[in-house]
């Protein structure tokens, strides 16, 4: 067979004459990306000689015998690579190996929330992955954050908390958003209080992948992860720089420049994302307060890697945020207030973050993981009869070990997450401040206990001050039957610590919101499951894909934490007797022929309170959700989109019920080597909460909104100019 070989790094490679063996080195690029591959594992034939590629696409073997041999190239997404040799090499070159994609396999991704080193197809947890393309497509939507990645999503629901801060959360399979863990690479940079804002200041441009589970995820990341979590998988840098920028504007008076660089010189690296996003105020004719507040936001997230030898990855990162929002009346945000118009909310916030991480690979095959984040975060909220001022600081530190012996794979470790918050006395409620800090130790095992079965099951023991000691069970199956077919089911425990930020004070902006205290307070606990079947199969030689997963979930919250109105206006967060059992099924299928994919999901949620036969459904939930995508595209020329939504109707915390709603958009972006352009166009059928319904009670000076359950902004375009140099 031939091979190819190309000279690199002249003090990469070094062999010994004598003896009859020396140490091999070579280096593992993707044939189409020339980028560097982790993970592939690289065996002479016929011996037990073999090692696996670094961060850098580096695979050393030790001790290799001079002769002729056949190298075995093999890696998840790709096509197999033998190469016959015969060492050692006239020169000290070190090897440089190509591997060809295999387009059947490109889903095959190791992921990264799993913590181990299988691929999406082989661990019994269930992921989903929204990567490559569908990223870039999200990101002509919405440039500045993440929104649209995860609200087109089957099962997932990005609620607007704020009428006027334009505020979003997550919602899982129809529970509230506290129940959803954000991390950024595996940290808690978006826990508690740094929760505010965040989906609304996170940006897509410097995303690799999200890894997105559904149901108890508590094992290896904590109690909070009862509805599920999302993992923002950042990119990391490789030998071909990268440098894209994005212009974008829109028809609601919005602007945005992204930047994005990475590099790898040598043992190191570096990314770095720095953007700009803004807004005017905006309402549509006839609307009285803003849809989308007037804001401008700097973002500047610098990281660097370091890879002293070929078996520790060292990286550090720092992520820094200033924005100034402010919503409201809009004649008073235009400068046209008056003794009526004068309701105004004012959100300054400022974020500063930090990330540590270093690797280590061990000789056993496993590896050592040390982790550290720091998290600034202060918001202060200045409204027409409001005011807030409060700064959270957290930490969270871990350690990791992972190991593979035979048909087994163990992952344990322990953590440390503390979480502190201080606020200013503006309020007549008193100081809301509070010192967390949960000891966590885990261990999860996964076995391979045939070709067609795989076993996960894991514990996780948390002590959290104040609140006690919690164990957390997980346990999770993979069957593969074979033809196309694979089914998963899984369970454990959850739960969530007492805090007053949630959707519910959010939407009050924490006015009149009394303090949660240990003696009156206590845990939620939760315990869930899910089952999907999976189905994938090819017609047509392999023209046409086909796929479609059927997931059924469950699940339990007891002793939910619930606002409720006291005397002389106030709110109080109490844990209730009753119970939130939320319990569906969604639906996804795929086909694609060609050029053309066609993506289709239903979600039916079914979601409530319920306490002695008395049933309350959950508000903001609907019932039935639909989404269709049709996409067309033509690799490097063009792209376009259609898709549509259907929401049903929602049951609202006032006990009447909205509307249902319909959404449409289209998109097509057009590409050049270096450049593309695009434009979009969202909600073209101006369906807003503003035509059929009402958002608040009360005056103009002195409102009461109502639940945010449609958008709000209406048709918007939407377009823009991307580099790649």
Request: glycine share 10%.
């Amino acid at each position: 067979m031939k091979y190819l070989f190309l000279s690199l790094f002249f003090c990469c490679f070094n062999f010994i004459s004598f003896g009859g063996s020396y140490d091999f080195y070579v280096i593992v690029k993707d044939a189409k990306t020339n980028e560097p591959l982790a993970g592939v594992v690289a065996h002479i034939v016929n011996t037990t000689l073999g090692s696996a590629s670094d961060g850098r696409g580096i695979v050393v073997l030790k001790d290799v015998p001079e002769g002729r041999v056949i190298m075995q190239y093999q890696a998840v997404g790709y096509n197999e690579r033998l190469d016959t040799l015969n060492l050692p090499f006239s020169s000290k070159d070190t090897a440089v190996v190509f591997m060809e994609q295999d387009e059947e396999a490109l889903e095959e991704v190791t992921v990264s929330s799993t913590r181990s080193s299988r691929t999406i197809n082989d661990v019994p947890t269930r992921i989903e992955l929204i990567a490559g393309e569908e990223l870039g497509e999200k990101a002509n939507m919405k440039p500045g954050d993440i929104r649209m990645v995860l609200s087109e999503s089957t099962g997932i629901q990005t609620l607007q908390t704020s009428a006027t801060s334009g505020n979003s959360s997550i919602r899982i399979q129809g529970m509230d958003g506290r129940y959803s863990q954000v991390l950024k690479d595996g940290y808690p940079l978006f826990a508690g209080f740094s929760g505010g804002l965040g989906l609304m200041q996170t940006p897509p441009l410097d995303l690799k992948r999200v890894e997105i589970i559904k149901g108890a995820s508590s094992t290896l990341y904590g109690g909070g992860a009862i509805a599920g979590l999302i993992n923002l998988i950042s990119k990391t840098p490789s030998a071909t720089r990268e440098l894209r920028f994005i212009l974008n504007g829109t028809t609601a008076k919005g602007f945005d420049v992204s930047s994005f660089y990475s590099k790898l010189w040598g043992k190191f690296g570096i990314t770095l994302y720095a953007a700009f996003n803004g807004n005017e105020a905006y309402a549509p004719v006839q609307t009285l307060f803003t849809a989308i507040p007037r804001f401008s936001r700097y973002t500047l997230n610098p990281k660097i890697f370091w890879y002293p030898n070929s078996t520790v990855d060292v990286s550090f990162g720092v992520n820094a945020l200033t924005e100034k929002r402010k919503g409201g009346d809009i004649q008073y945000i235009q400068g046209r207030g008056d003794s009526l118009h004068r309701y105004f909310e004012d959100n300054n916030s400022e974020r500063i973050s930090t990330t540590f991480d270093v690797r280590k690979r061990l000789a056993n095959g496993g590896s050592l993981t040390l982790k550290n984040s720091i998290n600034h975060f202060n918001r202060i909220i200045a409204a027409s009869d409001n005011s807030f001022d409060g700064t959270q600081t957290a930490s969270f530190s871990e350690l990791s070990y992972v190991i593979h012996k035979g048909k087994m794979e163990w992952i344990g470790g322990a953590n440390v997450y503390t979480d502190g918050f201080k606020e200013k006395a503006l309020t007549i409620v008193g100081l809301r401040n509070y010192q967390l800090s949960t000891f966590g130790a885990f261990v999860q095992n996964t076995w391979d206990v045939s070709p067609k079965f795989v076993l996960e099951a894991g514990l996780r023991g948390d002590y959290v001050n104040q609140y006690g000691f919690v164990a957390l069970p997980k346990i999770s199956f993979l069957f593969k039957p074979g033809m196309g077919i694979t089914s998963r089911l899984g369970g454990g425990l959850g739960y969530k610590a007492p805090s007053i930020f949630t959707e519910e004070s959010e939407r009050i902006s924490y006015k009149d919101v009394l303090p949660v205290k240990p003696d009156s307070n206590k845990l939620e606990h939760s315990y869930g499951a899910n089952w999907d079947v999976n189905y994938k199969r090819t017609f047509a030689e392999g023209k046409i894909t086909f796929s479609i997963n059927q997931l059924f979930f469950y699940t339990i919250i007891r002793d939910p934490l619930l606002l409720t109105p006291q005397l002389n206006n106030l709110y109080r967060f109490e844990n209730s007797p009753a119970v939130i059992e939320a319990k569906g099924a969604e639906t996804n299928i795929k086909l694609g022929y060609k050029h053309f994919k066609l993506f289709l999901g239903y979600t039916y949620t079914h979601s409530h309170r319920h306490n002695e036969g008395i049933f309350v459904e959950t508000p903001l939930t609907p019932r039935h959700h639909t989404n269709s995508v049709l996409m067309y595209e033509v690799e490097n020329k063009i792209k376009i989109g259609l898709e549509a939504y259907y929401y049903s109707s929602q049951h609202l915390s006032d006990g009447l019920l909205g509307k249902d709603y319909v959404l449409c958009g289209f998109m097509v972006e057009k590409l050049w080597k270096k450049f593309s352009v695009y434009v979009n166009f969202e909600n073209m059928l101006d369906a807003r909460q503003t035509r059929f319904d009402h958002i608040y009670s009360g005056t103009i000076d002195n409102p009461s909104f109502r639940d945010i359950y449609a958008p709000l902004d209406g048709f918007i375009a939407n377009g823009g100019l991307k580099i790649n140099l």
